[in-house]
């Protein structure tokens, strides 16, 4: 059984840095993961993905600011944020993408992914 937990959460100002980590247990073989967030009044919406081999997709709201990356040893996932703005603000959230769907190009629709973390809070004041 696949269990994730988000850390790294907080509040910073505006222009400030944050670094997500996605603590995942239970992964067997290949695999894809992502980071989601979501706003309050707002759908849960796709940042960025990373497969087994270490392909990354960002999306481009936040391209330039946020970067993926993992540490395949220990079976952590990161989410790397600078400049950071109030738009930012969300629940972050890691997710491991469904098998059928591994092999192909990014996917950030939150319901082709199956198992998820609780979240860990980010909250960029002006």
Do not use: H
Not at 2 to 21: C, F, I, K, P
Not at 47 to 76: L, M, P
Not at 88 to 105: E, I, K, N, P, V
């Amino acid at each position: 059984r696949v269990q994730l937990m988000e850390s790294g959460g907080g509040s910073v100002q505006s222009g400030g840095s944050l670094r997500l980590s996605c603590e995942a247990s239970g992964l067997v073989g290949d695999y894809s993961m992502g980071w989601f967030r979501q706003a309050p009044g707002k759908e849960r919406e796709g940042v960025a993905g990373i497969d087994s081999d270490g392909s990354t997709s960002v999306a481009d709201f936040v391209k330039g600011r946020f970067t993926i990356s993992q540490d395949n040893a220990k079976k952590v996932m990161y989410l790397e944020m600078s400049s950071l703005k109030p738009e930012d603000t969300a629940m972050y959230y890691c997710a491991t993408l469904r098998a059928s769907y591994r092999g192909g190009q990014y996917r950030c629709a939150s319901g082709d992914y199956g198992d998820w973390g609780q979240g860990t809070q980010v909250t960029v004041s002006s």
